[in-house]
């Protein structure tokens, strides 16, 4: 018992700072997202209710949002693990030049996401003075140019994907060909030996080998996908509703300080529907984990 | 089946980028492994027995030379054609599949016509488990293995697909000393059933020498000697080979032959015809003494250690090179050990005598030894 109490006096100050800066708030969202009709400036509110889900939930700015959103997470996450185990298998089986490459593949994680967003802006935004270089390409091979960042949604969500999986694949590359580099060569040389072809040693060795690592970049990828907003931003500006743009963590920010907030009923509501999502699909990943994870 | 090497040599480049050195890890390296015997390559870490072991097997390409199975070139072909069976010397069991998939994995990559059924290949993964005697740990992953255990499974994946050839890497360096004995019984035994070539490498001699039909001593890429383990004991070509079979080890001192007798510390201990006036090395095998109240050789009294079935002396003696002199000699032999010295006669087929220079052998003339 006097063990426990010294214990708990030493964990005191952090368990006192996540108090007040995690708990506290988590749970002032979740009372925000109750209270009908609150006034941020009186700090009233008129009732205690399901409205504000009901109002955000009918909200079409955002379904859009939500939409956004899923279709940002289903096409990055795959694409972005995919092509950064393809990437890695490749960094892993070249012997030159593998420190250059590495630096390279490496170059975006260190780069700031708006510097990222104004390269952007170079391949894909149509000016007076230049159709972006994606465009001249495109006419090169004699096909329409697209306005990418003010044109048609499925270009907007082309060019934010694309985005997002450049900016998220440094990081799983890093992981990746550290998770391949420590998987023992004796074991590629037994799975030789074997006779297995090289599809077989990728998919019954190398695959079940590195899958901790794999399944922590496809879990992380989804949370990080989901709360994505900064990628829109540094696109598409700060006005995500009107270029039908926006994403969850964009809609709660807008009705928290957009030029139409100053609803934090909403914006809170909005949150832990957001949650809700979040912890659903990371609980499903799980139980997938289970099965297919070799620890 | 027939393995033969013919000049084996592989070379490779200097760890360090810039040096332009190369290591040559196996040389010119030549012999043949007659079908259905159990050979053990045997050398001190770093003599480039693995790397013979791999080039055989082929993840290793040799810079020169040939490989023959039979009397098919395999020089150019890569491992997985050439229907050989390894062991590694960590197992390198595949940790995320239960036991029966481990052994049923190099079935499941036949192709073409060789491909086998699922009832096929799940009787032949069982009779090979039979034969490594693992039968009731099918569904076991391989962390929940013994040591032991472990490197059945290993023997057993290695053994499904009935390879031309089964090659072994230490086979018994990561198992506990009691294990060990039983494992390399085990080794023997399931060599005979099978019948199939074995090549293991080991740096244990007494491993080598208690289960193989023949061995192939090596230092620093290049074969020293080869032929029955007994036969190389009893008649080392040089003093490496010497050296390096027997326990305990061969007791050597430096001598002189002067005019036929064989000097130890300028006392006669041997008659020595036929080889000619100069200084030697002498090796003396540990039971090749017998202690004598009026023995030729006279060596300081350290210590008797009795080991039950036999006991050692340890002695000393100034023209010995080397920490302590170690006799083995039977129990029931009286050893005063109250006098500060021991003597002994030599027993001459346990004596051997090298050049100093060269460490070649130098025999006693065949003739005079009668």
Known sequence: ?295 | MKVRLDKLTKVFPSRNKRSKEVVTAVSEVSFEIPAGKLVGLLGPSGCGKSTTLNLICGLEKPTSGRIFFGDEDVTDLPAELRGVGLVFQNYALYPHMTVLKNILFPLENLKGDKKLSKEMMLQKAEEAARLVQISELMERKPSELSGGQQQRVAIARALVKMPKILLLDEPLSNLDARLRLQTREELRRIQRETGITTVFVTHDQEEAMSISDMIVVMKEGVIHQSGKPQDVYDDPKDLFVAKFLGTPPINVFDGEVRGEKLLIGGAAVLDAAGVRDGAVKVGIRSEGFVPSADGALECGFTAVEVMGRDTSVICSHPAFIGDSIRAVISAETPVDTTKPTVRFDLKKSKVLLFDPKSEERIRFDEGANG
């Open chain 1, 1 to 295: 018992m006097k063990n426990n109490l010294k214990a708990f006096l030493y964990l005191l100050p952090a368990l006192v700072f996540l108090g007040v800066f995690m708990v506290y708030p988590l749970a002032d969202v979740l009372v925000y997202s109750f209270e009908e009709g609150y006034n941020s400036a009186s700090q009233t509110f008129s009732g205690i209710g399901l409205r504000n889900y009901s109002f955000v939930l009918r909200d079409p700015y955002f379904l859009q949002a939500v939409k956004n959103t899923f279709i940002l997470v289903m096409i990055t996450v795959p694409v972005s693990t995919g092509l950064a185990l393809v990437i890695s298998l490749g960094l892993n089986s070249i012997k030159k030049l593998k420190n250059l490459f590495q630096t390279i593949y490496f170059l975006p994680y260190v780069t700031n996401t708006l510097a990222v967003g104004l390269v952007f802006m170079i391949l894909f935004k149509k000016t007076p003075y230049s159709d972006g270089m994606v465009n001249i390409l495109v006419r090169l091979f004699s096909g329409t140019t697209v306005d990418f960042i003010d044109g048609p949604y499925w270009a907007k969500m082309l060019v934010l994907s694309i985005y997002t999986v450049w900016i998220v694949l440094p990081f799983k590359i890093l992981i990746l060909t550290s998770a391949l580099g420590s998987v023992k060569q004796d074991y590629y040389n037994a799975a030789k030996i074997d006779g297995a072809s090289s599809w077989r040693v990728f998919s019954r060795i190398t695959v079940p080998m590195i899958s901790p690592m794999l399944f922590y970049l496809i879990i992380t990828g989804f949370i990080g996908a989901f709360k994505a907003y900064s990628d829109s931003v540094a696109l598409f500006g700060t006005n995500l509703n009107a270029a039908g743009m926006n994403t969850i963590v964009g809609y709660i920010y807008d009705m928290l300080y957009g030029d139409s907030g100053g609803f934090p009923s909403y914006a809170s509501a909005a949150a832990l529907i957001l949650f809700a999502i979040v912890f659903t699909i990371t609980v499903v990943n799980l139980m997938i984990s289970r099965k297919r994870v070799h620890h």
